[in-house]
C-alpha cells in the first residue's frame, strides 16, 4: 500500500495524529507503543524535538507496518527527503509552504500542511496536499469548519490542531471535522509511557 493509502486506511480507523513534540530518540519507541495501545495508528514527531530523524527511524523500524510515522514542523522542501530516508512517511507543517507540499507529494509521502484560511487551503490542495490541518485551532471555532468544509472538497480530511480536549472534539466533529491532532494535551517532554498511554485513551474516548 501507498503511505497515502495507510493514512486513509489508519485516519478512517482512528482519526487521531498524535504529535510527540519534544520525544527523545531512547524513549520514542516506549512512547509510540503506548500510543498504539490506544488505537492511535498515525504519529508525528515534530523536527524541532531532539534528534528527531532517530525518534522517526526507531518508530518507523518497530511500528511501520501497523501505523504511520512522520514529522511534523517540516519548514523546508530539503527535509522531506532526510524524513523519508529514515522510514517517515507523513509531512506535516504549521505553514502553507508549496515548495513543501510539492516536494512530499513527488516523494510519494502523505502531506498535511497547516491552514487557517480558505485561500491557504486551496493553495495546499493545489501543491498537492492530501489533508489540510486547521492551526492554530484556539483562534477557530467549529463554526469556521463548518462554513470552510461547505467550499473544501469532501475527500479531504480536515484535521484540527491547537488545544484540543477530550470532552471538546464533539462539536468539531459535527460541524464537519475528520479529525484531530493532539500535542501538548497527548504528550509533554518527560512524561512516561503509562501516563502518555492514559491519556491516548481519553482522547479516543473522546470520539465516542
Request: hydrophobic share 50%; charged share 15%.
Amino acid at each position: 500500500m501507498t503511505a497515502v493509502d495507510d493514512f486513509t486506511r489508519y485516519f478512517a480507523e482512528c482519526p487521531l495524529i498524535a504529535i510527540i513534540r519534544g520525544v527523545r530518540s531512547d524513549e520514542a519507541e516506549a512512547i509510540g507503543e503506548a500510543i498504539l495501545s490506544a488505537g492511535i495508528r498515525i504519529v508525528e514527531v515534530p523536527l524541532n524535538s531532539p534528534d528527531p530523524l532517530a525518534s522517526i527511524e526507531r518508530l518507523a523500524k518497530r511500528f511501520g507496518d501497523r501505523a504511520l510515522i512522520g514529522a511534523g514542523t517540516v519548514l523546508d522542501p530539503n527535509q522531506v527527503q532526510r524524513v523519508a530516508d529514515v522510514g517517515g512517511r507523513l509531512i506535516v507543517s504549521p505553514s502553507t509552504n508549496a515548495a513543501v507540499i510539492g516536494a512530499t507529494a513527488q516523494a510519494g509521502l502523505v502531506s498535511a500542511p497547516g491552514f487557517f484560511t480558505p485561500s491557504e487551503a486551496f493553495t495546499a490542495l493545489a501543491a498537492g496536499a492530501h489533508a489540510l490541518k486547521l492551526f492554530p485551532a484556539e483562534a477557530a471555532s467549529p463554526a469556521v469548519v463548518k462554513a470552510m468544509k461547505a467550499v473544501l472538497p469532501a475527500h479531504v480530511p480536515l484535521v484540527v490542531v491547537g488545544g484540543v480536549k477530550p470532552d471538546t472534539m464533539r462539536p468539531w466533529l459535527e460541524a464537519g471535522a475528520g479529525g484531530f491532532g493532539l500535542g501538548g494535551g497527548l504528550y509533554r517532554p518527560g512524561q512516561s509511557a503509562a501516563e502518555t498511554a492514559a491519556k491516548a485513551r481519553a482522547y479516543v474516548g473522546g470520539l465516542a
